[in-house]
């Protein structure tokens, strides 16, 4: 368990030890950002490649999330998620696609996905790699401009295909959990012809680290909490998101928690219920307590969960 834990402090040491390089400028960079997500801990798949196969069961999931209801423009993101362990139950395969609609720009990204298991200890570490391909275009004549003349918005903007790959290192166990990924290893930038040329460098990178465990008081009533971390290597070398979060499990039928997403100034509520060992059904709503107060009525969150398999079963629930 000692060689375990170096696993995950490495990483960690790496994010403050990182050298700062030149990067490339903002006005070359394209960047689809990373979404935020309120219950990425009902799929970790969304934020880590590891992640596949660790439900131990085929496990589909469906999410819609209106991110800053009430601001104009402000996205919608759409995803679609499966994963399951094979035959040989150290190989675990995956397929994750989102789509995303911001202003007149639309996205969508499709991934497969692979991960290889191993016992160590109590628990299972897995390691993932993902691959695919995220497209973006962006329609100009959908806006409604005070100077129709203006090139910036007249030239033909061509969509983008941005081929890329993430990995990332996941521990489960009966009782914790603790990921590290990278969501994308490539980065990509605006060439002067107009068209997007690929590179790679390692201050290019966001990293995503999570961690979590369980508190059994009594077979009725437990509390999961838990910590994401996101940190970007880029120019300004910052940490873009970090949640606390809280759960308590009533029954194993209902889950009610929140978050405090303390680099957004934002609270999360979540309300989920968990009808049959094979179905979820999730709620959350996030509050802007800080500078997004004014310009938004916050963000709402529905995901569905349904896991097939007879490794599923009120006997052996599955927290993480």
Not at 117 to 124: E, L, M, R, S
Not at 155 to 181: C, E, H, I, T
Request: aromatic share 14%; net charge positive.
């Amino acid at each position: 368990m000692s060689r375990l834990k170096y696993l995950f402090i490495i990483p960690l040491f790496l994010i403050t030890c990182g050298t700062y390089g030149q990067g490339v400028p903002d006005s070359a960079r394209i960047s689809l950002g990373y979404p935020v997500y309120s219950q990425y801990l009902q799929n970790g798949l969304m934020i880590n490649p590891a992640y596949t196969g660790s439900r131990e069961a085929l496990s589909a999931m469906l999410s819609y999330r209106m991110q800053w209801m009430g601001t104009p423009g402000a996205p919608v993101l759409q995803t679609v998620s499966l994963h399951s362990p094979m035959k040989n139950e150290r190989v675990a395969l995956g397929l994750k696609a989102q789509f995303m609609q911001y202003g007149v720009t639309k996205s969508t990204s499709v991934y497969g996905i692979y991960a290889y298991h191993i016992k160590v200890g109590n628990g299972k570490l897995s390691f993932g790699l993902k691959a695919g391909v995220d497209l973006s275009n962006t329609d100009y004549t959908g806006l409604l401009l005070t100077n129709s003349g203006d090139p910036v918005f007249t030239s033909d903007d061509k969509p983008f295909v941005l081929p890329n790959v993430g990995a990332g290192m996941y521990y489960f166990s009966k009782r914790f959990f603790a990921g590290f990924s990278v969501p994308s290893f490539l980065s990509y930038k605006r060439t002067d012809q107009g068209t997007t040329q690929a590179y790679h460098s390692f201050n290019e990178y966001d990293i995503i680290l999570s961690a979590g465990g369980l508190m059994t008081f009594s077979p009725s009533f437990k509390f999961k909490p838990s910590v994401l971390v996101n940190y970007s290597l880029q120019e300004t070398k910052k940490l873009t998101q970090l949640d606390i979060n809280g759960n308590f499990i009533i029954a194993d039928l209902i889950w009610v928690g929140g978050s405090w997403r303390t680099s957004e100034e934002v609270i999360v509520g979540i309300l989920q219920v968990q009808p049959t060992p094979q179905l979820m059904i999730g709620l959350s709503y996030d509050y802007a307590a800080g500078r997004m107060d004014s310009y938004s009525k916050g963000s709402s969150e529905f995901i569905l969960r349904y896991e097939f398999g007879y490794k599923v079963s009120a006997a052996n629930p599955r927290y993480f």
